[in-house]
T-cell receptor, first 114, second 115 residues
């Protein structure tokens, strides 16, 4: 069974640009989560999508947004990039988002903002 | 808001020995879940062990076990018979069913298993 996949592996952008990160969940999983792993800040929850809807959002500005497609894959968009957006962005998926279901993580996208 | 604290940024252990990683959390909720995740160098994060707060029995997965002290809000991970492949960052995480399925992570403990 294929795990959670993310693309691209690495992404280099300059300040002010937009970045788009993609995630494909494990087959059968309807929930997709995004986390930011920044140096010195640890792992922080960004967004949760389930059945195409945004269900929860972490403490991040509106320039962090995303969507979930009918096939349950997801995109994370970061607009007006800032230097501090440089981080590893992890996507995770789970079965129905309740009951403490295990979240399975992808390998991440390393975003570097110059 | 929930917080998770891992007080040991780095630890080391000799191969075949036992090591315990500490984790404390703060919450006013009664129904929640606790997790330990492992992130090997340059590899994906994987779940090590999971505990439901309403279960008094400590979870065990092969060489990995937890000591869950609900009143003390403590959730430590014990690794027995440590192996070189256990070298990784270990994250303790908390999930409250009423807070939108987000995982709140501790800062992590970097564990080095020495031959």
């Amino acid at each position: 069974e294929a795990g959670v996949t993310q693309s691209p592996t690495h992404l280099i952008k300059t300040r002010g640009q937009q970045a788009t990160l993609r995630c494909s969940p494990i087959s059968g999983h309807t929930s997709v989560y995004w986390y930011q792993q920044a140096l010195g800040l640890g792992l922080q929850f960004l967004l949760w999508y389930d059945e195409g809807e945004e269900r929860n959002r972490g403490n991040f500005p509106p320039r962090f947004s995303g969507r979930q497609f009918p096939n349950y894959s997801s995109e994370l968009n970061v607009n007006a990039l800032e230097l501090e957006d440089s981080a590893l962005y992890l996507c995770a998926s789970s079965l129905v988002g309740s009951g403490g279901n295990e979240q399975f993580f992808g390998p991440g996208t390393r975003l570097t903002v110059l | 808001a929930q917080t998770v604290t891992q007080s040991q940024p780095e630890m080391s252990v000799q191969e075949a020995e036992t090591v315990t990683l500490s984790c404390t959390y703060d919450t006013s909720e009664n129904n929640y879940y606790l997790f330990w995740y492992k992130q090997p160098p340059s590899r994906q994060m994987i779940l090590v062990i999971r505990q439901e707060a309403y279960k008094q029995q400590n979870a065990t997965e092969n060489r990995f076990s937890v000591n869950f002290q609900k009143a003390a809000k403590s959730f430590s991970l014990k690794i027995s018979d440590s192996q070189l492949g256990d070298t990784a960052m270990y994250f303790c995480a908390f999930m409250n069913n009423n807070a939108g399925n987000m995982l709140t992570f501790g800062g992590g403990t970097r564990l080095m298993v020495k031959p």
